[in-house]
């Protein structure tokens, strides 16, 4: 599956649309009318403004929300019974069923299929998974207003008009809106520049998947050493990787002397490693959630930078569920235990700032991210709004088996008064074209096959203090 796009400065080419959550590029946010609102197209991509009367979760819905397409804008084509009359293609969010199965979550993709022979013609309608269209769509938490992208390739037209139109619970929100997609292959292959300058702190934060970094080490290490951090963030480290295989993998990318700290969760830790100068915290030794009486997947160091001292740690909140229910409940309870211990740990060493990155499973509401932002004994911490290397998603995490679309789940906060934003991207190497790969000693499916989720970094501008 194609995901696609970093800071939209660092590149000479302009998006069409971005699929970010911040709805800026379009025209009528502001609109009172339901469904969809706006299209934005190019080539084979289609994106949409979607707007509802309540805030819901597309994914974890108690009904389904249908996007209607009609591909060839012809009726006689396509399913003249649906609501849409003649729509061949149809986006379920949060479908009853899949497969056959129960599901009520997730995604799902279905084509039309006329079988016309001599006998008899057969009707049908043909379930694939989410990766097919490239769907994806911002924000990943509970909200009324989405923008959605597909990227209808591989469903050939005819025509290039189209129509769509949404359903809620099999209710009409919006009359059909029509739109042009023209004929093309999409290209994202373009040249982009990973390097730091040498003034700057480079952070970056990666989930691992399950143990996957430390299995493929030649892999990871080409990864990390194009990134060249002075700190990393891990994630889904297996917890039989002892402290010291971890940082012996570190100190052999040739790029510093590596201090790490580990989570003192079960079966996949959190990892917390940098080659400056650090001190263990011991606010995070022992971090139990009451509530459920289970380790928080939480590391910290102590970290000595310039005239600074930084509190930095790597974080992994609970997966899944949705806006409501156990699993978003765990994720608010998990982030209150750990503002408390930032704020401990802050107040006991005198940081300067808090920088927290991880995995934070944003699949319901804000709330555990709002909660986090406000760890620090000062200022909000900022929360930068990360791109791929074509500058059009934010996705972080992406598995083309999956039923559920990619999404914004990993995040960098960092305090202001560390320094200013100087670069910050998200890392996937099937952007990057042949002269960037080979300048970095990099793979087009390097950070894909690496892990489920792709490695973010962060640049930041650190200035002494004044005296």
């Known amino acids: 599956m194609i995901i696609f796009k970093t800071l939209l400065t660092l590149f000479s080419l302009t998006p069409p649309f971005c699929i970010d959550g911040s709805f800026k590029e379009w025209n009528y946010v502001n609109s009172s009318n339901l469904g969809i609102i706006e299209t934005k197209t190019s080539e084979s991509r289609v994106a949409f403004l979607t707007k509802f009367q309540d805030s819901i979760s597309l994914q974890n819905s108690s009904v389904p929300i249908i996007l209607w397409i009609d591909r060839d804008h012809d009726q006689k084509t396509g399913d003249i019974t649906a609501p849409l009359a003649g729509a061949d293609l149809k986006i379920i969010f949060s479908p009853?069923?899949?497969?056959?199965?129960?599901?009520?979550?997730?995604a799902s993709v279905q084509q039309y299929i006329i079988n016309d022979n001599s006998k008899n013609t057969s009707y049908k309608w043909k379930e694939y998974k989410p990766s097919i269209v490239n769907l994806t769509f911002a924000p990943t938490t509970k909200s009324n207003l989405f923008e959605i992208h597909l990227n209808v390739e591989n469903f050939k037209s005819k025509s290039n008009k189209s129509s769509a139109l949404l359903t809620l619970n099999e209710k009409i929100?919006?009359?059909?809106?029509?739109?042009?997609?023209?004929?093309?292959?999409?290209?994202?292959?373009?040249?982009?520049?990973?390097n730091k300058l040498k003034s700057n702190l480079r952070v970056i934060s990666w989930n691992g998947e399950n143990g996957a970094l430390l299995k493929n080490k030649s892999r990871s290490k080409r990864i990390i050493q194009a990134l060249n951090?002075?700190?990393?963030?891990?994630?889904?480290?297996?917890?039989?990787?002892?402290?010291?295989?971890?940082?012996?993998?570190?100190?052999?990318?040739?790029?510093?002397?590596?201090?790490?700290?580990?989570?003192?969760?079960?079966?996949?830790?959190?990892?917390?490693?940098?080659?400056?100068?650090?001190?263990?915290?011991?606010?995070f030794d022992n971090l139990i959630n009451d509530d459920i009486k289970s380790p928080v997947r939480g590391s910290a160091l102590e970290i000595k930078y310039m005239d600074k001292i930084l509190l930095v740690s790597s974080i992994h909140l609970k997966c899944c569920g949705g806006a409501t229910g156990r699993e978003e409940n765990i994720r608010i309870s998990q982030s209150k235990l750990l503002n408390e211990r930032f704020k401990k740990a802050s107040k006991r060493i005198k940081a300067s700032g808090v920088i927290i990155g991880g995995d934070f499973n944003l699949v319901g509401t804000n709330k555990p991210l709002e909660i986090l932002q406000e760890s620090s004994l000062n200022a909000t911490l900022v929360n930068p709004l990360l791109f791929q290397p074509d500058g059009v998603f934010t996705a972080t995490w992406d598995r083309d088996t999956s039923n559920f679309t990619p999404g914004r789940i990993d995040f960098i906060l960092y305090s202001p008064e560390i320094g200013s934003l100087e670069k910050s991207f998200i890392l996937d190497t099937r952007d990057l074209n042949d002269e960037t790969l080979l300048k970095m000693n990099l793979k087009e499916y390097d950070t894909t096959n690496a892990s489920d989720h792709l490695p973010i970094a962060i640049d930041l501008n650190c200035k002494r203090s004044s005296p």
């Open 229 to 283: 951090p002075d700190i990393i963030l891990l994630q889904e480290v297996k917890e039989s990787s002892s402290k010291e295989d971890l940082e012996n993998f570190l100190n052999n990318l040739n790029i510093g002397t590596w201090t790490s700290s580990i989570s003192n969760s079960e079966r996949i830790v959190s990892v917390t490693a940098t080659k400056l100068s650090a001190r263990s915290v011991p606010e």
């Open 96 to 106: 009853s069923t899949r497969y056959g199965k129960k599901a009520n979550n997730g």
């Open 173 to 194: 929100i919006n009359s059909p809106i029509t739109f042009n997609i023209i004929k093309g292959k999409s290209s994202n292959k373009i040249k982009f520049d990973i």
